[in-house]
């Protein structure tokens, strides 16, 4: 519908092209929307206001003569009126909007997609948690946040890649060896208290354990762990990411090594490219006011990047003072490689603890392609756990957090990916472990879910009465709450295709709960089995368009669609 409203004034504004209102050649692209309040239209168009001064005259004028310049034979518009500062409220006739379960039905499974993104070639990086314990549950948020922005933009057309980073080098991992080390060496002797620093969580001795059964005492003389002993817990820790992952049905394309940046001399290569751009130079910078310094920070000269020419707040190191790279460097060459396989754009999801790790990633990114607009960075924030509504906060593997594991093996799979973006990234979630496995409204997945279930419950019942389908008329559906109901339906590929472009998938599982609360109050006031066939069907076929919205908006955040429930 948004489209045929589009087509609509287009076809209007090429009228006024030709009478010489406006100027020729293609115009400044206008938004088509649906007002919040249904007194204003079903659509609204911000054209006059946009085009006002093309027009040399006022948007409320420019609007009226918009208006004027419509087809004169045209079905879909049964009013248009220009309101406050120059809007055109567009009113659709009835018997359009009931064409839309035709539409829904017709269309299936594909119903809500589009191919805007004409075939753009888009990674999406996320999760990308370093491999040196399980995933927890702020690391599910941000997977279920990345999976289905991925789902989503391939349902609007674009050529999506999913990307899992493995910071397999570094600090961290070698931190990692040395806990498994000392767990290790505890399985044949007492050993002193755990270094500082080290990972004491319940997991560290099981990959200790695991090292034993396959190697012996091999690693017993040794003082450091040897790359042999680091690899083998990254891969024991990647085992169960990957595990976890494969339970909430995510999966990826590409699996990339940092480990490979060093090994192949990609860091060395993005530095270089900087340096050929007098982008980096030998300085000292200040210490940051007011707070602890970061961790690249150290009073000496340093290897910089300048950043501040990018919008960043300060130049950025690129080596520590024993000559190695910083994560910064590393991170400037792994996206620099994702931009020379010839993205167009790039989405990373990142825990809210990396905020501000953005401009400076971004600053480098547009040094190495001139691009401003490749990486788009949204950031996710913390998941609060609850039972019943007191915090949780034990965990038996995890020692200090909870596991994702433990929380997806009590309430399931569909609960999490759905209550997971029951809120936008950027706001902290509460998640209650209860209220998740409750079958009742007051559980957002259930309430969606239901609605999909309580169709297929009367085409039980149709069964069970041996009745016949009945007979599609539109006509027959004169209800207010009808027509609403369908207004609601059409919604879907505008939904979708909002929340790829704005990369905020939250909007799905909002507009799925917005639309089964009015398929819920129309099938709990209105007998949809009657006696009249004409009406029963109607009515039927309206609700199994309901079905399949509410089934294509499920499978698209990546929830099943019970039958019974």
Known sequence: ?????????????????????????????????????????????????????????????????????????????????????????????????????????AQGRDYGRTTSGRGRRVQVEFVSANPTGPMHVGHGRGAVTGDVLATLLAATGFAVEREYYINDAGVQVGILGTSVLHRYRELFAPQGPMPDGCYPAPYVADIARA?????????????????????????????????????????????????????????????????????????????????????????????????????????????????????????????????????DQLVNVWGADHGGYVKRVQAALEALTGRRDLLDVQLVQMVSLFRDGEPVKMSKRGGTFITLEEVVSEVGADPVRFLFLTRSSNSRLDFDLELAKRQSNDNPVFYVQYAHARVHSLEDKLAERGLDPGRWDPQALVLEEELELIRQMSRLPEVVEGAALAHEPHRLPYYLMELAGVFHAYYNATPILVEDPVLRGSRLKLARALRQVVGNGLSLLGVSTPERM
């Open 211 to 343: 090292l034993w059964d396959r190697d012996g005492d091999r690693w017993l003389a040794v003082t450091e762990p040897p790359r042999a002993v680091i690899d083998f817990a990254i891969d024991q820790v990647l085992g169960w990411i990957r595990h976890d992952l494969e339970r909430l049905n995510i999966r990826f394309d590409h699996w990339f090594s940092e480990l490979d940046l060093h090994r192949k001399g990609m860091i060395d290569a993005a530095v270089e490219q900087l340096a050929s751009q007098d982008l980096i130079y030998q300085g000292v910078l200040e210490a940051p006011k007011g707070k602890q310094p970061p961790e690249d920070w150290e009073p000496r000269p340093q290897l910089l990047f300048r950043a501040t020419r990018f919008g960043d707040e300060v130049d950025r190191p690129l080596k520590k003072s024993d000559g190695s790279y910083t994560y910064f460097a590393a991170d400037i060459a792994y996206h620099f490689d994702k931009a020379r396989r010839g993205f």
């Open 1 to 105: 519908m948004r489209e045929s409203v589009a087509q609509l004034v287009t076809q209007a504004l090429a009228a006024l092209q030709a009478q010489g209102v406006l100027p020729g050649g293609e115009l400044p692209p206008c938004k088509v929307e649906r007002p919040k309040e249904r007194q204003h239209g079903d659509f609204s168009v911000n054209s006059a206001m946009v085009l006002a001064r093309a027009a040399r005259m006022k948007p409320r004028e420019l609007a009226e003569r918009i208006l004027a310049a419509l087809p004169a034979d045209q079905t879909l518009v049964r009013e248009g009126a220009v309101a406050g500062p120059g809007f055109i409220n567009f009113f659709l006739h009835r018997a359009q909007w009931l064409t839309v379960p035709d539409t829904i039905l």
